[in-house]
């Protein structure tokens, strides 16, 4: 029988995971991963995304434990709302994009590090995963559109990545670029005027800030496609898009790229994109936002940087836009 267990981030946010319940919920994932009959029965009733899951072969890599210095402000999100109410452009420009994005073949999966590092090199999802630490954190997610969740991750620490890269002493910004080109798993791609592939970039200093995370997984389980598995970047200080999905590549150069929003439509998604409530975008305000789960109308403050501002204040001049080493 299958007993429910109350899971982490069913839990008021400051109590951290417990041990026994830590390890419930790793038996019940394994029990998920290892049970082909009650997965093929389950499958309609599971949500999008859990199907997969439970059959990702990192199924049990989670949950990891949860590194308890980073704290919300709010509830966490409901899994349902977050996995089901999502911005991945390559699978169509609505937010019901949760099950054609099953079509994303996450296996095999290679990562290319390339550009200004000692030495090039390629390396699939699994070995990656080996070499790094993975903890949980709960961040709170802000997107340019005014809706925000808070969802407990999972993956490592970019600055681990950035160490693996070894980038060359001149090199300024981290270039990354989502899987593209298989229009049938991706069909978002026949949308030919948006400048595939998405590529996103933050510079070094950014990239090695404490809070920008590596995704694998989130509530306890591997990344759904939806969300951006295998791999995707959150960085909780700045707007969503710059939280780039299924990423392939992680390239060091000394140059600034033109990131897909920014290409796209520059002054309304510029390539800094700190969350600040005092400057809005051109056609909506961005003084307050909505949380998923609940209505559009129930409005809460938007907090600069996303209320992550003694990490990342340092960073940027005092309107939070532009970074001072420029
Ligand atoms: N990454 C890719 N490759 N394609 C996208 O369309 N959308 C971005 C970001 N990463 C996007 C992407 C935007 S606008 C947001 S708000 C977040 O993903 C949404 O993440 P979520 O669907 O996990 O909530």
């Known amino acids: 029988m299958l007993v429910k267990v109350k899971r982490g981030w069913e839990l008021p946010e400051h109590m951290a995971t ?7 919920r790793r038996q019940i994932a394994k029990t998920l991963a290892a049970g082909p009959i009650l ?10 995304g859990q199907a997969q899951a439970a059959g990702d072969p990192t199924v049990d890599l989670y949950p990891v ?6 704290k919300l402000d709010r509830e966490i999100t409901p899994e ?21 994005a099953q079509r994303l073949s996450i296996r095999p ?3 290319s590090i390339d ?13 990656l995963l080996k070499k790094v630490d993975l903890e949980e954190r709960l961040y709170r997610h802000r997107c340019v559109e005014a809706w925000a969740m808070a969802v407990p991750w999972s993956g490592f620490p970019m600055k681990q990545l950035v160490d693996l890269a070894q980038p060359k002493a001149g090199a300024k910004y981290v270039v990354m670029k989502t899987i593209s080109g298989n229009k049938s798993e991706m069909p978002g791609l026949r949308q030919f005027w948006y400048p595939w592939p998405y590529t996103e970039a933050l510079t070094i200093e950014e990239a090695t800030n404490e809070l920008a995370f590596m995704v694998t997984g989130i509530y306890g389980k591997p990344v759904p ?17 710059k939280s780039i999905k299924s990423i392939i590549s992680f390239t060091f150069t000394d140059q600034r790229p033109k990131t897909f929003w920014e290409a796209l439509a520059e002054k309304e998604y510029g390539f800094w994109a700190n969350v600040n409530p005092e400057v809005n975008h051109p056609r909506w305000s961005q003084a307050t ?38």
Do not use: C
Not at 65 to 70: I, S
Not at 115 to 127: A, N, P, S
Not at 312 to 322: A, F, I, K, P, T
């Open 18 to 24: 417990p041990e026994d319940v830590f390890m419930n």
């Open 115 to 127: 550009g200004m590092v000692e030495k090039e090199f390629e390396i699939g999802i699994d070995d």
């Open 109 to 111: 999966w290679m990562i």
């Open 80 to 100: 349902q709302n977050a996995i089901s109410y999502n911005n991945f452009y390559e699978f169509g420009s609505h937010k019901q994009i949760s099950r054609s």
């Open 289 to 326: 936002e909505w949380l998923l789960g609940g209505s559009q109308r129930d409005r809460v403050p938007t907090q600069l940087f996303n209320g992550y501002t003694e990490f990342v204040s340092h960073m940027y001049d005092e309107l939070g836009r532009e970074p001072l080493w420029r």
């Open 39 to 48: 997965a093929a029965g389950a499958a309609p009733l599971l949500m999008a």
């Open 65 to 70: 434990a949860r590194n308890p210095k980073y």
């Open 225 to 241: 496609p939806q969300n951006g598995a295998p791999l995707r970047l959150a960085v909780p200080w700045k707007y969503g898009f």
